[in-house]
């Protein structure tokens, strides 16, 4: 049995709960659809796999931890 290392990434949108408050649901929508496509091809291009996208929330898992810090930048 091998050990590997893998790095999760955790990811919020700051301050959407008082965005949510201002804004329409139409604009809502758009915002959480540009999100999830954002968290997706961070994932694809830094050789992540998505493993939940929950509202304005985000995980992303990684094989390195090089790969996670390229991707957080």
Do not use: C, P, W, Y
């Not at 091809?41 to 090089?66: P, T, Y």
């Amino acid at each position: 049995m091998s050990l590997q290392i893998k790095v999760l990434m955790v990811i919020d949108l700051e301050g959407f709960t008082k965005f949510s408050e201002t804004h329409s649901q139409e604009e809502l929508k758009e915002l959480i659809d540009n999100f999830e496509k954002f968290v997706n091809e961070i994932a694809e291009r830094f050789s992540g796999e998505v493993i939940k996208i929950l509202g304005d929330g985000a995980l992303i898992i990684f094989d390195s931890a090089e790969n996670s810090i390229k991707a957080g930048k």
